[in-house]
Structure formats: structure tokens, C-alpha cells
């Protein structure tokens, strides 16, 4: 049982390139949630899903963009990348009652 | 709007001493629930607990314990007996009951020194 897998764990990009984060999750959880890290600080929610076909917008969605076409992927786009978006990105997942599952964490820099 | 603070940005503490993490949080919400969650060095997070609110009953897992106080606000956790493993950033978070989208503290830093 693999859990929540994000990949690539590090990227460099270029200011203006783009890139997909990856997750998947491998338990059949319903919510999937993508968060950022910034140094020093907690996680903040970017995007979150309660289902397949659904998503909405967490408190810092500008520059990035999702979709949710199964149960288990939850894909995370960068377009036209920024300094400010350098961070840690978290994916995680959750079934009712219990807590989140998180991924490893992809560590993006953007120069 | 829900707030988490945890004024304690870094601790330090020999090993075997105990130490407390603060929470403390703000919501308009009656339910709702509390979470701790640890970050090593390796950079994952590891869940906790969980705590919802209406239930201010204190819980005890091995060295760790959690205090939850609605009358302040507070969530505070507890490591007895410190041990050098102990050492990551702890989180402390807070949810809308229902759909559980987690808002954050800024972390506390914790060094256990052998």
C-alpha cells in the first residue's frame, strides 16, 4: 500500500516554464488536497477536491491550476512559473473520520 | 476566519526533559477539529492526532500527551522524557467540521540536545 506518491521529489525550473506535479493515491479517499510550504512557515492550501469532476479554489490558487478525471490522481499545474511560487508542495488525501495521508513533498525551485 | 498561532518558534531542550508546544487558535466555527502533526528533518508529516471538539477529554499515547482547553483556546502538546528523535517541527492545525480543509500554524522547531 504505496499511500499518497507525488513525483518529481526536486525540480528546478526556468521563470515562465511549466510543469505538472504529480499525486496519486492508491486508497480510494474522496478528498484530495494540495498544500505549499513555504520556509519557515505552515502549509497553505492551494486546491482541494471532494470527489472526482470537482475541485475548488484553497486560500493561494493564483498561478496554479488542477483537475480531478479519477478517483486516484490529482495533478497539480504551474504555468508561466514565478520566483514566488518556489516552495515545498505537499499533496494529501483523507476518508471521513480519520486524518490526512500527505506525500513526500516535492521541493520546486524557480530561478 | 480560523487562525492558528503558535508563538514558540524554536525550543530547545536537553534530553529526558519534558517540553510543551503551544496551540492556540481561533474560530467562529462550535465544531470543529484540532490535529498535531510532526515534520523531521526528512520533511514528511506525520499525523499526530486528531481531536474534535466536543470531546475536551485529555489523551495520552506513550510520551505524548495533549491538553485541549475550549474555554482558552488551546491545544497544547507534551512530549515527557524528551528523546533526541523527538526532534522536527511540529505543527498544530485546525478544521471546519465537515469538510476538514486544514489551516496551519507556522510551526514550532524543537531540538532535543543529547
Known amino acids: 500500500n504505496a499511500g499518497v506518491t507525488q513525483t518529481p521529489k526536486f525540480r528546478i525550473l526556468k521563470i515562465g516554464q511549466s510543469m505538472t506535479l504529480q499525486c496519486t493515491q492508491d486508497?480510494?479517499?474522496?478528498?484530495m488536497y494540495w498544500y505549499r510550504q513555504d520556509p519557515g512557515m505552515g502549509l497553505k492550501l492551494i486546491y482541494y477536491?471532494?470527489?472526482?469532476?470537482?475541485?475548488d479554489k484553497g486560500e493561494v490558487p493564483n498561478g496554479y491550476n488542477v483537475s480531478r478525471s479519477t478517483t486516484e490522481d490529482f495533478p497539480l499545474r504551474l504555468e508561466l512559473a514565478a520566483p514566488s511560487q518556489t516552495s515545498v508542495y505537499f499533496c494529501?488525501?483523507?476518508?471521513?473520520?480519520?486524518?490526512?495521508?500527505f506525500g513526500s513533498g516535492t521541493r520546486l525551485t524557480v530561478v | 476566519a480560523q487562525k492558528v498561532t503558535q508563538a514558540q518558534t524554536e525550543i530547545s531542550v536537553v534530553e529526558k526533559e519534558d517540553v510543551t508546544l503551544d496551540c492556540v487558535y481561533e474560530?467562529?466555527?462550535?465544531?470543529?477539529?484540532l490535529f498535531w502533526y510532526k515534520q523531521p528533518p526528512s520533511g514528511e508529516l506525520v499525523f499526530l492526532i486528531r481531536?474534535?471538539?466536543?470531546?475536551?477529554q485529555n489523551e495520552i499515547s506513550g510520551r505524548y500527551s495533549w491538553n485541549f482547553q475550549k474555554s482558552t483556546s488551546s491545544f497544547n502538546f507534551t512530549i515527557t522524557a524528551s528523546q533526541v528523535v523527538d526532534s522536527a517541527v511540529y505543527f498544530c492545525?485546525?478544521?471546519?467540521?465537515?469538510?476538514?480543509?486544514?489551516?496551519f500554524g507556522t510551526g514550532t522547531r524543537l531540538t532535543i540536545i543529547p
Open positions: 494529501a488525501s483523507r476518508v471521513e473520520i480519520y486524518g490526512y495521508t
Open positions: 492545525a485546525l478544521s471546519r467540521f465537515g469538510n476538514e480543509k486544514l489551516t
Open positions: 486508497m480510494n479517499h474522496n478528498y
Open positions: 477536491s471532494v470527489g472526482a469532476g470537482i475541485t
Open positions: 474560530t467562529r466555527d462550535t465544531t470543529y477539529y
Open positions: 481531536r474534535n471538539s466536543f470531546d475536551e
